[in-house]
């Protein structure tokens, strides 16, 4: 049997280490299946039940793992299923590798069935993005792909007609009139050494040891640095305020850090930002600039592997190109330990109040149950190297707040695209590239419901991921946002509550639906021990806001105004908002 263009390809991408292909087929890729089928003793073929989730997929094993994720679609619908994962991993800068069918060469042009120019539709979205029109093309082709996913930490492209995917490998039918032959290259990729300037340094040694109240905010650029950001906030005797994708850089229970920023962060993070002379962001493009110091309140460090990036988000004087952990690493030495340490103890002060309100949230017993409760029987049940996922909605706020780092914990969620769904295909993943570890999706029923065909995946694969829906039958993080801009509700409710137990079960895996509070931890914990994929559908009550840190006058007549047009349930929520809140909305 010679090989075709197709095994070749899957040959290429074993030789850079691939081992798991997320995918689902069509007729524009039975050439590339039949390639997987015959490496199926080197990489794994994962088939899903919509293309979104293998993309989601392969973004959630490169944010887990920090290699490549592939993901494999058919020409036409299926490679327009990918699109969404993709920008998720091009928006959290990770590497994917998506391949897709096209229709055979000879129809291209003719309007044939399910033709669409995918290298135009992928043009926004991929570093590197390419159809491959000769055969020994590949492995050429991979190489440079793959090289551009890694390098630029986005995404890579590469198209296939059905006729070349079956072709033999060596096939060159052309005369080659150009003065070049496609050269054989290398699967090898070395990441740039990562070394700062030693001026930058200096620079930013200066600036940090002459600012008397430092704050850093860390993103997940600097997730591998755990150890040299709490050595160097130590020295400088820095409150830490971790972006909400970068949550796992240092644990919550450290006595150096403030929790996260912006609207599902920390009041103290607030007071940091606002009381701080000098800024230090490590691996951070947090985008929401109204949280940061107003420019010439401070002087601002920036640590970024991008040049991109530097200086992008507020005027900085010292920006240092390079990784997270050799950069700080570097600095260390230079920085001289703060004996005055009145800063931090204020924002500790600060952090031990805050932690006393989550705990008066989450230590409210009633049904239905409340979200904030729910999420802390769940951190107090999950290992101490559990991997935490959870989608946009009230949940992200929830995950930042009640969720507990520590030990080996991590936690994925589309930080920059904030977009719906990828909490169950990133568990999935995460499952794949961690056998023994914890897997949980914290997710609402609104983002499950989307792509909730993925349990019957996890089930055919016998993965013991654990899902907790957070049910409030509705839209519950657009409500507030409607509220807040004084608009009563509209559109939101997914009513009657879902029920997602039941599909659990019919998946073949564990499915359980908890109303009352009472149920709640035995029902968690039997999820936890039973040995494979295990749901619990959680009913909350949809009548809790997830209220920013410090309540702004603005957001209060919002929900005022909204009562005034006439909200639907304004006493519930009133009466929740303002029986827990009152105090709150008094500061
Ligand atoms: C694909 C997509 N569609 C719409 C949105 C806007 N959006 C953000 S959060 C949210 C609500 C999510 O509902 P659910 O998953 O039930 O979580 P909840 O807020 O109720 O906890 C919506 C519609 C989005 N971010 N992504
Ligand atoms: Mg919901």
């Known amino acids: 049997m010679s090989t075709s263009t197709s095994e070749a390809l899957v040959q290429r991408l074993i030789d850079w280490g691939v081992d798991t292909v997320f995918g689902l087929p069509g007729d524009g890729i039975n050439g590339l299946m039949e390639g997987l089928r015959r490496k199926a003793d080197e990489v794994r073929f994962v088939l899903v039940h919509h293309e979104e989730a293998a993309a989601f997929m392969a973004t959630g094993y490169a944010k887990s793992t920090g290699r490549l994720g592939v993901c494999l679609a058919t020409s036409g619908p299926g490679a327009i299923h990918l699109l969404n994962g993709l920008y998720d991993a091009k928006l959290d800068h990770v590497p994917v590798l998506a391949i897709t069918g096209m229709q055979e060469s000879q129809m291209l042009g003719t309007g044939y ?55 033999d490998a060596d096939a060159n039918p052309w005369d080659a009139p150009a003065p070049a032959v496609i050269k054989a290259t290398a699967p090898i990729f070395l990441e740039p050494p990562g070394e700062p300037r030693s001026s930058d340094i200096a620079d930013a040694a200066g600036i940090l040891n002459q600012g008397e109240r430092v704050v850093m905010l860390v993103g997940a650029g600097a997730l591998h640095a755990r150890d040299e950001v709490v050595a160097v906030a130590d020295a400088l005797a820095s409150p830490v305020i971790k972006t909400l994708p970068g949550k796992a850089v240092v644990p ?36 929401y600039t109204k949280y940061l110091p107003d420019p010439g309140q401070c002087q601002v460090v920036q640590i970024e592997a991008d040049p991109v990036r530097a200086g992008n988000r507020l005027p900085t004087t010292v920006p240092m190109i390079a990784d997270a952990k050799c950069a700080l690493a570097a600095l260390l030495p230079k920085l001289e330990r703060r004996p005055n340490r009145a800063f931090l103890e204020h924002a500790q ?50 995950a930042a707040r009640h969720f507990e780092i520590r030990g080996k914990r991590e936690f994925y969620l589309s930080g920059n695209l904030a977009t719906m769904a990828p909490g169950l295909p990133y568990t999935i993943a995460c499952q794949w590239a961690h056998p023994g570890r914890q897997c949980i999706a914290f997710v609402g029923d609104g983002g499950f419901a989307m792509l909730m065909a993925e349990f019957a995946t996890a089930c055919r694969y016998e993965l013991p991921i654990k899902v907790v829906i957070n049910n409030n039958a509705s839209l519950g993080q657009i409500m507030w946002e409607q509220l807040v801009l004084g608009y009563p509700e509209f559109g939101i409710r997914f009513g009657p509550r879902l029920d997602f137990a039941p599909w659990a079960e019919s998946c073949g895996g564990r499915g359980m639906r908890v109303d009352k509070d009472d149920e709640l931890e035995d029902a968690v914990a039997e999820a936890f021990r039973h040995p494979g994929p295990a749901l619990v559908d959680v009913t909350v009550n949809p009548d809790e806001p997830p209220m920013p840190g410090k309540v702004e006058y603005e957001q209060a007549k919002g929900f005022v105004k909204a009562f005034l047009a006439g909200q639907p349930r304004r006493a519930t929520i009133a009466s929740t908002l303002f029986r827990d809140k009152i105090s709150e909305l008094r500061s």
């Open 113 to 167: 069935q399910q033709e669409v120019a995918l290298e135009k539709l992928f043009i926004d979205v991929a570093e590197y993005n390419e159809m491959i029109r000769v055969p020994t093309q590949v492995p050429t082709l991979v190489d440079i792909a793959i090289r551009h996913a890694l390098a630029r930490k986005g995404v890579a492209h590469l198209t296939i007609p059905t006729d070349i995917q079956i072709a």
């Open 252 to 287: 919550d229970d450290h006595p150096l850090t403030v929790g996260g920023i912006g609207l599902l962060g920390t009041a103290p993070s607030i007071d940091a930002m606002e009381g701080c002379d000098t800024l230090l962001m490590v691996g951070t493009n947090f985008p």
């Open 349 to 398: 002060q600060g952090m031990a109040k805050w932690r006393e309100r989550m705990m008066a949230l989450e230590g409210i017993e009633k049904d239905p149950i409340q979200p904030q409760r729910l999420m802390r029987v769940i951190d107090r049940l999950a290992a101490d190297d559990a991997i935490l996922t959870s989608d946009s909605g009230t949940i992200a706020t929830w």
